[in-house]
Nanobody, 119 residues
């Protein structure tokens, strides 16, 4: 079964930096988009940054110019380099991917990884 394995979360000071990593493991092929969402105060998930198969990146306005998404398609991996972190960035971040898999088009989510920005 395909799994999205997340790492890199933790505690960081305001103004600091942190990098999240996500690797799609298992029998997986046909990935199109990979990226990151995060939990809002209303317990919804909002887009942070998603990288398309063509290399285009869609950023949320709140993180544009502070966060940078990158992707290693050969390794089925996506990264989120977070800089100038604010306390409001503290939440659970979820890796996301979609694509044409053996069962058809699917969307997959990681289990979530917590980021805490605090002095």
């Amino acid at each position: 079964q395909v799994q999205l394995v997340e790492s890199g979360g933790g505690l960081v000071q305001p103004g600091g930096s942190l990098t999240l990593s996500c690797v799609a493991s298992g029998s997986i092929s046909g990935i199109k988009a990979m990226g990151w969402y995060r939990q809002t105060s209303g317990n919804e998930r909002e887009l942070v940054a998603v990288v398309t198969s063509g290399g285009f990146i869609n950023y949320a306005s709140a993180v544009k110019n502070r966060f940078t998404a990158s992707r290693d398609s050969a390794k089925n991996s996506v990264f989120l380099h977070m800089g100038s972190l604010k306390p409001d960035d503290s939440t659970v971040y979820y890796c996301y991917t979609n694509g044409d898999f053996s069962e058809g088009f699917r969307e997959l989510w990681g289990p979530g990884i917590r980021v805490t920005v605090s002095a």
